[in-house]
């Protein structure tokens, strides 16, 4: 199983043609889209409740089989702490293999996260580079691989500009959620 976290907030095309790379270059039965309620990076991030982006990513997935959005971290205490995630995953779901995936931003500091060794010890990590970043395969642990997929140039921050701005937001989010992005944001 891929674990794909984030704000999500909100969802957006570049998370879903991304998670289709990962879901098909690692080969994996499902991705699961980890709606996280709090990261302990962006402790001051304004976001959307919890449930309407939670909302927001069942409909953007839904057409999906192999495409989950959870609720898994919202009943773990706070901030979210991806080691803690992993091991209540791995003690509640025994039969499978967790594989996370990391944007590059997130890889630059990845040691500094919570219990970061351990995640390296005991999950495979899939690194996906941000625009221009690169990141030295050699340089990477054991475990630690590069998800080889064109960059997709969406963010969340602009869609809530575009929004504000009454811009258009067409080919940015799935077509089921465009007006829900337009409310709601």
């Known amino acids: 199983m891929g674990i794909f976290g984030g704000s999500f907030n909100p969802i957006h095309n570049g998370h879903i043609a991304l998670a289709k790379a990962f879901l098909e270059k690692e080969n994996l039965d499902e991705v699961w889209f980890m709606v996280s309620p709090q990261n302990p990076f962006k402790v001051n991030q304004q976001l959307l409740a919890d449930h309407l982006r939670l909302d927001l990513v069942r409909k953007a997935t839904a057409d999906n089989p192999h495409f989950k959005a959870s609720d898994y971290e919202f009943q773990l205490p706070k901030p979210s702490y991806t080691w803690n995630t992993l091991q209540h995953l791995s003690h509640d779901f025994p039969t499978h293999r967790f594989t996370l995936l990391v944007g590059g931003d997130n890889w630059e500091v990845f040691d500094r996260w919570y219990h970061a060794e351990d995640i390296l010890a005991h999950y495979p990590i899939v690194v996906y580079p941000r625009h221009n970043q690169r990141i030295s ?49």
């Open 137 to 185: 395969v050699t340089s990477l642990p054991h475990g630690v691989t590069i998800l080889q997929t064109p960059f997709i140039d969406i963010s969340s921050t602009d869609i809530r500009q575009r929004v504000s701005q009454g811009k258009t937001i067409d080919g940015l989010v799935p077509t089921t959620i465009i007006s829900d992005v337009q409310r709601l944001y």
